[in-house]
């Protein structure tokens, strides 16, 4: 696009009282943004409603400094990395998010080869992982086990740079990626030049090398709260089904797993501990008929993607047992348990079992949750 046209779709996306379903009218009705500029008020009107035509035909006072941020920023491709603006009118714009209710009018795209001439590209097989912001150490290790599975079989994972599940989905994908794939997509509620949270910054400059991070709010914008469960709808609508991880029962990942079903989407949920409160999500998707899944395959069979569930790695965890001399690993379960239940079951002095718990923890085979209980961690 040249700067007129960049102008136009900024325009009419940041045009106050203007959302997604007028501005998607407006192109049905006059084409290009730039002609829906050169109607008069009239015209317009048999579209909006007298108050949008009337916004419409007045310049946002934030559309100069947008614009020249917007120019910048596509022309700040670092590493190979390539800025792009994908819009309704593009063909590149994913297929689909068109089948989907609300599909944004534009998109800003961070990663894939800025080599010149280099065309958009989407992934044909991808699922959205989502699941709480507070996992259980469980809850994580699958959602890092699950993605790396996923990746390495040519499944696409997509999530939303969150805290928790979404982290270590991305964290799994890229990790599993075979040369030349695209791992994994973070669809953000900010800006695209902003990284929230920024404890994943680092996590959001390795995604753009190796997958795409992509948002539909203009370069600038604050983590808002009310973006956030707003761009769900754009996770869900860019997969083919939805893994919910960990859920609690308010947990913004059950929007997620809504939007799947509306988009008429398959919704997966892994099972977890019934005296855990970030599994109470996943039961109740599982009860209004979410698929329970124990592996990545479950969900690759369910969705009889042809050669995919043959080509996914096991987990890349030890085959066989953990050796456990003094009974500790079994005494735990599956379940969380406190510290005098274990003493009770092992029959072990208080500083033999801390001291062993440090052990396996530092393995890998524990982990310590919030009130102190401890949790046996298993393959997923």
């Given amino acids: 696009m040249d700067r007129a046209e960049i102008e136009a779709?900024?325009?009419?996306?940041?045009?106050?009282?203007?959302?997604?379903?007028?501005?998607r009218r407006l192109l049905a009705a006059f084409g290009l943004p730039q002609a829906i500029f050169e109607q008069p008020h009239a015209a317009l009107r048999q579209v909006l409603t007298v108050a949008q035509a009337s916004a419409l035909q007045a310049e946002p006072d934030t559309l100069p400094l947008q614009l020249q941020t917007t120019l910048d920023w596509l022309q700040a491709a670092e590493d190979g990395v390539a800025c792009r603006l994908v819009t309704l009118g593009d063909a590149a714009y994913p297929a689909s998010l068109?089948?989907?209710?609300?599909?944004?009018?534009?998109?800003?795209?961070?990663?894939?080869s800025a080599a010149a001439g280099e065309p958009m590209a989407w992934p044909a097989k991808a699922i959205a992982m989502v699941g709480s912001r507070n996992p259980t150490p469980q809850g994580a290790q699958n959602a890092r086990q699950f993605a790396r599975a996923f990746a390495g079989g040519g499944i696409t994972v997509i999530s939303g740079l969150a805290l928790g599940v979404d982290g270590a989905a991305h964290e799994g994908a890229?990790?599993?990626?075979?040369?030349?794939?695209?791992?994994?997509?973070?669809?953000?509620?900010?800006?695209i030049d902003r990284v929230y949270p920024r404890q994943h910054r680092d996590l959001a400059h390795r995604i753009a090398r190796h997958g795409l991070i992509v948002s539909e709010y203009p370069l600038g914008t604050p983590p808002l709260a009310g973006n956030f469960p707003k761009r769900n709808r754009l996770i869900a609508?860019?997969?083919q089904g939805t893994l919910v991880v960990e859920a609690a029962l308010q947990s913004g990942s059950l929007i997620t797993a809504r939007l799947a079903v509306e988009q008429g989407k398959e919704v997966f949920a892994i099972p977890g501990s019934i005296h855990?409160?970030?599994?109470?999500?996943?039961?109740?998707?599982?009860?209004?008929?979410?698929?329970?899944?124990?592996?990545?395959q479950d969900v690759l069979e369910e969705l009889r993607w042809p050669g995919s569930a043959s080509s996914v790695s096991a987990p890349a965890t030890a085959a066989s047992p953990p050796s456990d001399p003094?009974?500790?690993?079994?005494?735990?379960?599956?379940?969380?348990?406190?510290?005098?239940?274990?003493?009770?079951?092992?029959?072990?002095?208080?500083?033999?079992l801390q001291a062993r718990l440090l052990e396996l923890e530092l393995d890998g085979l524990v982990g310590r949750l919030p009130g102190g209980l401890f949790q046996r961690l298993g393959q997923a």
């Fill in 174 to 191: 890229l990790e599993g990626a075979p040369i030349g794939g695209m791992p994994t997509i973070a669809v953000v509620g900010t800006g």
């Fill in 9 to 23: 779709w900024l325009r009419l996306t940041l045009t106050p009282g203007v959302g997604n379903d007028a501005a």
């Fill in 276 to 296: 855990s409160p970030q599994s109470r999500g996943c039961h109740a998707l599982i009860r209004q008929g979410a698929k329970l899944v124990e592996t990545a």
């Fill in 326 to 352: 003094d009974g500790l690993l079994t005494a735990l379960g599956a379940d969380p348990v406190s510290l005098d239940a274990l003493l009770a079951r092992t029959g072990l002095d208080t500083a033999t």
């Fill in 98 to 112: 068109l089948a989907t209710e609300d599909p944004p009018p534009m998109l800003y795209v961070l990663g894939g």
């Fill in 237 to 239: 609508g860019l997969s």
